[in-house]
């Protein structure tokens, strides 16, 4: 999605900007653009990507200490230069960045027109920046109140950022819907999407909530207000984050070393909160929350995309150990279906990002019913994690790489705490059962490093089947999500088109697709169903379908059967979700690899979704 810079200080904005765009690539976007003062107001901007901008302003003037900067992820008009912020009023006085969607632009800009402006671009952002220029000077008022009062015409989500060529020490910033956090250095500022760009320069930062905007001035000048003019006291936190998280350490691709973090990503989220030996599990965010848990009727668990797939092994976790029932939804369905939600029912948001727009309206809608709303965020302080009345943060550390990794297997991890949490209090697993799959988690990190040495084998298979049109991966159980989650990663990344099934539903229609041009990967654990699971492979084997089965170190049955296997440490079946996704993880990060794609950057998709 798309993403926000903005610098006001005595330093050159310009080197500062644009690394924070290249920090902020990780989301998406298809042009970029930056809008500097010194004297006058210079706007540069281009279609592609944050370099091609880089060669375009080689030559021209690009000094000054405030700015601001973006990349473009296209929702109104194409990606093209025309349409790349910073938007510029019709004066050229005032430029303006925006993420997020002006629902109403329509009528606002036809309103516009009628008063004789005329449009540059096909953006619901030229119309905003025109609409703030038009009050100005309508109703003789400061920029600021222009802006407060514009911000109050709109109806949907934004953040933004805008500077005036008259007002060369100030920055005015405002959320709704989409993020925006501030950082405050030694007489200088810093405004951005995420705290990636900033964290390298301070630690010191306030996010936005949702209709507040910011009046930024030099000599540490910082006013937060809401956009119907409360004033706000600006709420400091302390960025946990460290620059070092945010590099690729020595690997080619920030995905490849999100793979191998997760010993300790999972190992972090676990950290302080299991004891095996003592036999505890506690999680120290949902603490005053446990009992409603407990008396849950149900648990609705709302999230999109890989969130809602580690949702879905929590669907079997909690129902399995905890025996409470479990809907999980897709927040962006949810949000739209009136759902039927009873007080007593506890709602789970899961989010890498904490800020998934879908999820958060799914949230909204909850609340709106009297739910009790948990999350589990992997961003400190995201919208997500603000919005709930409680949760647990995964730890995982900041995921750059599109493709969710490390993520995915945190919060499996924490599903299974708080689902295991649950089942203590409500005693609905002996004693020694609890402790056995508390030992049986411990050790799950040195699991997952074994699982992680399977790259030699993933190799041989990625090169017999990189040209493949088409993969379908099946498995059951536990391992159901994983046979999505596999296919997904595919997908994002190889953009061959891949599918996940319970492997029982093979025979009701995908068994159609089955010929010998046809990879199947199956989730084959010793495990659980293990049995069915040979009778479904056996079915694609008189098909002549190709098989890659992830199966349990020394499995004899599925291996005489399978054309490739690859190998997994034994555990419990809970867990081997956390196992068998970590193969599937390397099999598309080097499909995509020989197939030239862009492993952290896949086209057309966004890391963080914050419009619908
Ligand atoms: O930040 P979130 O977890 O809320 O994001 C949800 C999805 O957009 C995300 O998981 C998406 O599906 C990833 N690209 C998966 O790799």
Redesign the pocket.
Known sequence: MCGIVGYLGQKEAYPILIKGLHRLEYRGYDSAGIALINGGLNVYKRKGKVAELEAFVKGKDISGPIGIAHTRWATHGEPTDENAHPHMSQSKELSLIHNGIIENYDVLRNELINRGYTFNSHTDTEVLVYLIEDIQKNEGVELSEAVRIALNQVIGAYAIVILSKNDPDTLIAAKKGSPLVIGIGEDEFFIASDATPIVEYTKEVVYLNDEEMAVIRRNNDLRIKTIKNQDKTPYIQTLEMNLSQLEKGGFEHFMLKEIYEQPRSIMDSMRGRLNAKKGIVSLGGIIDYEQKMVAANRIIII???????AGLVGEYLFEDLARTPVEVEY?SEFRYRNPVIYENDVVIA???????A??LAAIELARSKGATILGI???VGSS?ARATDAGSYTHAGPEI?????K??TA?VTVLTLMALRIAQLKGTLSKSRFQQILFELESIPEKVEKTLKVSKRVITIAEEFCQVRNFLYLGRGYNFPVALEGA??LK?ISYIHAEGYPAAEMKHGPIALIDEEMPVVFIAPLKGVYEKVISNIQEVKARRGKVIAIVTEGDHAVSEMADYTIEIPETEEMLVPLLATIPLQKLSYHIALMRGCNVDQ?RN?????TVE
Request: charged share 15%; hydrophobic share 35%.
């Open positions: 999230a999109c995309g890989t969130s809602w797939h927040a899961i989010s890498q990002s904490g800020e998934t879908d999820t965020c992997n961003v997500i790489g599109v493709a969710s990794t993520a995915f919060q997904l990663k994002e896949p998709l966004a890391k963080s979704v």
